[in-house]
């Protein structure tokens, strides 16, 4: 526009200039007249011109001034917005969420030990105390009822806060979840096929398992997760050597048999005098693919704190691999941990029902794929197999007494699980399976379940 | 790490983590993206007020509500700029998507993330899977966008909203 008025005032000054120099030189008057004339019409034609161009100018001025006055109301706007969205009042720095599954087991071989169970029903509260730190929690209701006459627990899952100290990390304390395997951390039922996690990711990691502590984790942005720290671990004096009765008698009770199950703390006055520690790493720079280890030692105390017997270090160490080429969604996870100076404890009660196992171990692939997708639902059939043996090893063991006693259950097994996941949407799940063992086939049995996540 | 002499550790590392600002973590400006994705252009803000019938056409389009008729656009030579904000889980996720003039996805940057999961949508090589896509691509996490397991919903919402961006695009700036 500037550039547009400098050559019109250029090109009206030489044009007044020839006419001023006209009027000194010109001596034929009539050609002299026409020419002024001439003139005339032109120095008119420009100053209409030139009026033009000022209003036009006024106008593009009217029209910025208009768009600085939109993009301050605009900037006001936004910033009005953001406030709300980081929330003023407490509501706004409040989350809440939750998920649960109601399932049913039907035992292929013994039809009279069928159940249906409210299986979880869990709440999560999360409350922002500012833009670095978060507070999040989960209570859990187990089996609908938990009463003293009840075989249902209360318990609060996790209940931790987290402050993000820089780009690259923060920091967390209280009770929180263990970043092992595939699902500890990421437990909802819409995360996983089948009614019931798989075993491994029960029995040999001891999902949903938590510890009290601190830690620090981050990410990096080539894609590489860690997580450390220091937390309580397990307490051997939590440990049943002797029991009576087998402790487990059908697949879904089969927790029972996984030693970290038995001796996990759960933060209930959990003995701290002992502690553990994790190194979890994790790398997600390739799309769809996510590759990770991890690893848990700690003191585990020992079986009778008054007895003179050696304490145990318990250490636990998995890596797991998923890839999801599109439909597809191929998982496995490989987890196993070790008990040591088992053996005095072990030779001081010969004969014992459950001694204690010095290794346990288990593994697992899976594949799914979506064979049908209409927005979002979809149906993804899948399959699993895995193996798992929570006393692959026992040290101490008195001569002429087996590790397990006649008719109790095998503490290993081989399982193929069949089933799938009919996702109504990506918060709400149908499940049906059926699950065949190798070894306990009296374990063999169908499920189905519906669980949801929001 | 004998005995409970290791809680020790805890008081200096409270100290440690005291010590950090009280703002959000920002990983990148604006400023900072606009250059990283359009180098040394000037940028000139696209005053952009979404009218009832935009949105529902946007909405249509994208199949994702739209919270806020502002958008947050700016235009370059050589393209457009957009500042936004997801919700990941619970809280905003502020990221940028930098257009080239077809409309075409030059780059997507991770401006603040403040949850304490998900942080992995940070990768440039999940981001990186967006780069080239327009207007039209179907964009669907699971299919031609590969998610990060473990930070679903962070991907999922990312992904929902540059699908509502480029559809934002195509009705509201490209007919200018």
């Known amino acids: ?454 | 790490m004998r005995g409970h002499g290791a809680w020790l550790w805890l008081p200096p590392l409270a100290v440690v983590a005291a010590y950090a600002p009280a703002q959000a973590v920002v990983y990148l400006t604006v400023e900072q993206a606009q250059k990283e994705m359009f180098g040394d252009e000037a940028l000139t803000p696209l005053p952009l007020v979404l009218s009832a019938a935009q949105i529902a056409a946007i909405e249509r389009d994208s199949g994702v509500k739209v919270a806020s008729p502002i958008v947050r656009v700016w235009k370059a030579p050589s393209g457009y700029f957009f500042a936004d904000a997801v919700i990941g889980k619970h809280d905003l996720i502020e990221y940028a998507v930098g257009l080239d003039a077809n409309g075409r996805v030059r780059g997507v940057e991770i401006l603040e993330y403040r949850e304490a999961y998900g942080g992995e949508v940070r990768n440039a090589a999940w981001r990186a899977q967006f780069d080239g896509k327009r207007h039209g691509d179907a964009l669907r996490l699971g299919e031609d966008i590969q998610g990060i397991s473990g930070a679903t919903l962070s991907c999922q919402h990312l992904t929902d909203g540059i699908r509502r961006l480029l559809a934002t695009y195509a009705v509201a700036i490209a007919p200018r």
């Open chain 1, 1 to 454: 526009m500037t550039h547009r008025l400098a050559s019109f005032a250029l090109v009206f000054s030489a044009l007044v200039g020839c006419a001023a120099r006209a009027d000194e030189t010109a001596p034929p008057a009539a050609s002299a007249e026409a020419r002024a004339q001439s003139l005339e019409r032109k120095i008119e034609t420009l100053s209409r011109e030139l009026d033009a161009l000022k209003n036009e100018l006024k106008q593009v001025e009217n029209q910025n001034e208009a768009l600085a006055a939109q993009q301050q109301q605009q900037a006001v706007l936004a910033q009005q917005q953001s406030a709300v969205q980081n929330g003023g009042g407490p509501w706004d720095r409040l989350s809440l969420w939750g998920y649960g599954e109601v399932n049913y087991y039907h035992p292929q071989h013994r039809p009279e030990d069928t159940q249906a169970d409210l299986a979880r029903a869990v709440f999560g509260i999360g409350y922002r105390f500012g833009e670095r730190t978060v507070f999040n929690s989960e209570y859990e209701v187990e089996h609908a009822v938990s009463s003293a006459d009840d075989p249902g627990e209360f318990e609060v899952e996790q209940f931790w806060v987290d402050h993000r100290f820089a780009d690259w990390g923060a920091v967390k304390a209280g009770l929180f979840l263990m970043p092992f395997g595939l699902l500890n951390e990421h437990h909802e039922p819409t995360n996983y096929y089948g009614v019931q996690r798989n075993f491994v990711e029960t029995l040999i990691i001891p999902s949903t398992w938590r510890e009290g502590g601190v830690g620090l984790h981050g990410d990096t942005v080539s894609g590489f997760g860690w997580d450390l720290g220091l937390t309580t671990g397990f307490d051997l004096s939590k440990y049943e050597l002797n029991p009576e009765t087998p402790l487990y008698g059908r697949a879904s009770e089969l927790k029972e048999a996984s030693p970290l199950q038995a001796t996990h703390q759960e933060l209930a006055l959990a003995n701290a005098q002992h502690l553990a520690q994790y190194l979890a790493l994790n790398y997600h720079g390739l799309p769809g693919f996510l590759f990770g280890a991890a690893v848990f030692t700690g003191n585990a105390g020992r079986v009778d704190r008054s007895a003179h017997l050696p304490d145990s270090r318990l250490t636990l160490w998995e890596a797991h691999a998923r890839w999801r080429p599109g439909r597809a969604d191929f998982a496995a996870v490989f987890a196993r941990g070790t008990l040591g100076d088992t053996a005095a404890t072990n030779a001081l009660n010969p004969g014992a029902s459950n001694p204690l196992p010095g290794s346990f171990f288990g593994y697992y692939v899976q594949g799914a794929y979506d064979v049908w997708r209409r927005d979002q639902t979809r149906l993804a059939p899948f399959l699993r197999w895995e193996r798992y043996n929570v006393g692959a090893s026992y040290a101490g063991l008195a001569a002429g007494f087996a590790a397990v006693p006649a008719g109790f259950p095998q503490p290993y097994d081989r399982v193929w699980t069949y089933g799938m996941n009919f996702y109504l949407n990506p918060h709400v799940v149908f499940k049906a399976d059926y699950q065949s063992f190798q070894n306990n086939a009296d374990f063999t049995r169908f499920d189905l379940g519906v669980g949801l996540n929001f």
